[in-house]
């Protein structure tokens, strides 16, 4: 595990270093937090070197360190413990974790193009759709940029530039609900939103259930045959998932596995981002 | 998804749209003020709001701050809601009143901070649902403790605001769209917007009149204060010590119930007396050690040739077996689960009698009509499915559920408190209030009622010293992680009223003796420190080791 620390961090963009990562790098492996965010680390570093440039919109708070490794998932409350009343149990307040929710973990820009990196969620698109799903992929990349967050008491205000055509605007109450605390969104109406594809991050999946997973990101992001979606895995799969990649997380060797991460980052960047840009 | 789990997100949607609807009126009622020229401006009450003290981490449903315009005062509102979901009978439900300590002891705790803060507050509460369903001193209590408690047959007697508000808003995915909905029921002429209007004028009037703060609650939180000041030089070590881990007790007897042995001669002891306590245990482990020969007896004594009505009532009443064979007859005439097994809607058959009471020959020919219908309704008409059904693996399964349940739930199984009791026995024996010679502990919220009957508390005692002098009262508890901070919550309400009494206006300490909580829990368990803090300020001293108990004990 140090040794996926060791090679992540040699990655990251220099911003990444006062980052809490909490425990993420100590746990067992097949946790895969610590996989998903050596992926990103690999496919930020291959977007730095194909003349994209980075930004952290996180890197304006205070709370940046703690917050960059929390989802991209609104809080939704799933089961309040009947009979009792509520406790305040989590160390980052409900509304820096709303916030945390909106923000992408990064943004991308090159030629005019813009894309944002949000991980295990995407809350614009459950809005935005009006769909309501339980699956979280690792990485999503969603074209354009948040252009503005604001808390205002109890409520928090984001617009989020979709593209020239569609700005996405919305206003979410600070509440711990079962219920998506959507009190406004413009547009109003429920829209279908691309999103530019999904990155799912095997540490030890079987092929079965990597395949299942990649069927119901199909469903919900509307993707067809092989486009949208990218497996990366930490161990060999037989089976069509679509694109995928592997990643020998076994190896002692700190150099082959820096190499093997960024061969997968520029994997995810030929088949998602910039398709057929060598 | 489990029973347990499907019943509690029931329960969550409940609650979670009914605070909505509060939320809802209180907006509305906002409006209305600042509309008449009474408050300053209309605001929109925030939910869920954090409450963090050195002795609180609490959630409050309700909050906001309003300027009144008359006095130019600014005051801010905290409020929370609670749900009773009833039954037909209307009669009491026992395990709500873990909830409504805890509801008080938030109160309280926010009441002694905002006190000190010399803000100008009130504290609110909304009941929803039948106030029969929870003992008749709730009421009083909430009373008592807040500044205005309203009940929702207040503003529309017998009104079923669960059921329609469930009609109202099925399939909202978002606040969003509960909003429009409440908003077309505000509108529209139906029994919800006669209900929602009449709740608006309700908000509306106290929040225009607004009361003087209560005494009686400012007192309460007094007590907290006076306490928290006594103890406050001692809490850093009260702290570090409970930085070591727990005894596990209760982990450990678990264990010795599984192994059928144990090393511990306390442990022994306690064994015996939890198998005393609990029949269901043994007769438990016995069943499911060779379920085959278990089913085979059971098969014996209900044969084919009974009729079902027979059959159910030998199995409901069956000797030495009967705490297995409720648990099944309760759950097996469906393939669903039960929700709610014990609501069978007869009085006196409670989810504290179900399994262990042998019922009047009245009532247990009611119980067997009831089941004889439920089994009937299922397709089941003979004695020899019947018998199918009990020895099946499911029947199995059920029993191990609720072996499972039996040994890990606190309230049906006391093994701390029996531990440390066999460990001190030969220094400090542990007595009863009766034995001891001194008043019974009834909490002092039995004086906010004069009609009200309140318990005293069963699970205290009073430790002898030397001469058999009362020197401490003492409580052992297992505290499990999670519930750790609901816990010590629930416990603070019992020591706050069990130390205190109310006579005429003031409050006045009953015994003038420590109050030992004694904390089992894991041996890694590192509790949080405000939860410690919020027992110590309701009067407890926290012990986590049978060591450090006896050194304490020693200096009394």
Redesign the interface.
């Known amino acids: 595990m140090m040794l996926l620390k060791q090679a992540a961090l040699q990655l990251f963009p220099p911003e990444f270093a006062s980052v809490d990562w909490r425990d993420i790098w100590e746990r067992p492996l097949q946790d895969g937090t610590a996989f998903q965010w050596s992926i990103v680390a690999a496919l930020t570093r291959r977007l730095m070197d194909t003349g994209w440039k980075y930004k952290i919109p996180l890197i304006d708070f205070e709370q940046q360190p703690v917050l960059m490794t929390l989802r991209n998932e609104i809080p939704i409350a799933h089961l309040a413990q009947a009979g009792h009343s509520a406790t305040s149990d989590q160390s980052v307040a409900l509304d820096d974790r709303f916030m945390a929710s909106l923000i992408p973990k990064l943004t991308f820009t090159k030629d005019g193009k813009v894309l944002s990196l949000f991980i295990e969620g995407c809350p614009y698109h459950i809005i935005a759709t009006g769909q309501r799903y339980e699956i979280r992929p690792d990485i999503l990349l969603l074209p354009g940029q948040l252009t503005t967050i604001n808390k205002q008491g109890q409520m928090v205000e984001y617009q989020y530039a979709y593209s020239n055509e569609l700005q996405l605007e919305g206003v979410l109450r600070v509440s711990s609900s079962r219920l998506l605390p959507l009190v406004q969104k413009t547009p109003p109406q429920d829209i279908a939103l691309s999103v530019l594809g999904v990155v799912e991050c095997s540490v030890n999946k079987s092929a079965r259930v990597a395949s299942k997973q990649i069927d119901g990101y199909r469903a919900v992001f509307q993707f067809t045959g092989d486009e949208g979606t990218f497996l990366i895995t930490g161990n060999e799969i037989t089976a069509d998932c679509g694109s995928m990649t592997h990643v020998d997380l076994t190896t002692t060797n700190l150099s082959g596995l820096v190499s093997s991460l960024l061969e997968a980052g520029e994997q995810i960047r030929l088949h998602l981002v910039e398709p057929g840009v060598v | 998804m489990n029973v347990k789990?499907k019943?509690?997100?029931h329960?969550?949607?409940r609650?979670?749209y009914i605070e909505?609807l509060v939320d809802f009126a209180l907006r509305k009622a906002l409006e209305k003020l600042a509309e008449k020229g009474v408050i300053s401006k209309a605001?929109?009450p925030?939910?869920?709001k954090?409450f963090?003290a050195v002795d609180a981490?609490?959630?409050f449903d309700h909050y906001f701050r309003i300027k009144f315009i008359k006095t130019a005062h600014e005051v801010e509102f905290w409020g929370?809601t609670t749900c009773y979901k009833g039954n037909e009978l209307g009669v009491a439900e026992a395990?709500?009143t873990?909830?409504i300590r805890?509801?008080l002891i938030?109160a309280l705790t926010l009441r002694r901070h905002l006190l000190a803060s010399k803000k100008e507050f009130r504290i609110l509460h909304f009941t929803f649902g039948p106030s029969e369903y929870t003992y008749s001193w709730f009421e009083a209590a909430k009373t008592a403790s807040f500044d205005w408690s309203m009940y929702s047959a207040d503003i529309v007697d017998k009104y079923d605001i669960f059921s329609n508000l469930f009609t109202l808003l099925a399939g909202?995915?978002?606040?969003?769209?509960?909003?429009k909905r409440l908003q077309i029921a505000f509108s529209s002429p139906s029994g919800l917007r006669d209900f929602l209007v009449g709740f608006v004028v309700k908000i509306e009037e106290w929040l225009g009149s607004l009361p003087e703060k209560n005494a009686l609650a400012d007192k309460q939180a007094k007590i907290l204060n006076t306490e928290y000041s006594s103890a406050e030089s001692k809490l850093a070590s009260i702290i570090k010590s409970s930085k070591v881990g727990g005894e596990n007790i209760k982990g450990r007897v678990i264990q010795a119930i599984t192994a059928g042995k144990s090393s511990d001669p306390h442990i022994i002891a306690t064994l015996k007396r939890v198998y005393d306590g609990n029949g269901f245990i043994s007769t438990a482990l016995k069943a499911l050690n060779d379920w085959s020969a278990w089913g085979n007896q059971i098969s014996r004594k209900v044969t084919n040739e009974l009729d079902l009505r027979a059959a159910i009532d030998l199995l409901w009443n069956i000797s030495d077996d009967f705490c297995i064979t409720r648990r099944l007859l309760v759950r097996l005439f469906s393939s669903q689960s039960v929700h709610y097994p014990a609501d069978l809607n007869i009085r006196t058959v409670t989810e504290h009698t179900l399994y262990t009471v042998m019922y009047t020959p009245e009532i247990n020919d009611q119980v067997i009509d009831y089941f004889l219908a439920k089994y009937h309704a299922a397709g089941i008409r003979d004695a020899k499915t019947l018998k199918g059904l009990l020895t099946s693996s499911r029947a199995k399964q059920i029993v191990v559920d609720a072996l499972q349940h039996d040994t890990s739930n606190g309230t049906t199984l006391k093994p701390s408190f029996y531990y440390v009791e066999e460990a001190l026995k030969d220094k400090f024996p542990l007595v009863s209030f009766e034995a001891a010679g001194l008043p019974l502990p009834v909490g002092y919220h039995s004086k906010f009622s004069s009609i009200a009957t309140v318990q005293s508390y069963g699970n205290l005692k009073v430790v002898l010293g030397r001469h058999g002098r009362p020197i401490a009262v003492i409580k052992a508890k297992y505290f499990r992680k999670p519930e750790f901070?609901?816990r010590a919550?629930e416990e603070a309400y019992v020591g706050l009223t069990a130390k205190y009494d109310l006579k005429g206006s003031k409050f006045t300490s009953r015994y003038n003796l420590p109050f030992i909580m004694f904390v089992d829990m894991d041996v890694t368990l590192t509790p949080?420190e405000f939860a410690l803090v919020r027992l110590v300020a309701a009067g407890w001293l926290p012990v986590f080791k049978i060591s450090d108990l006896r050194d304490y004990l020693q200096t009394l």
């Not at chain 2, 909202?172 to 909003?179: A, C, F, K, M, Y």
């Open positions: 789990e019943v509690q997100q329960a969550a949607l609650n979670d909505m605001v929109w925030e939910r869920h954090e963090k981490s609490d959630v929370q395990n709500k873990y909830e805890e509801t938030e909202t995915g978002s606040e969003l769209d509960v909003q901070p609901r919550k949080p």
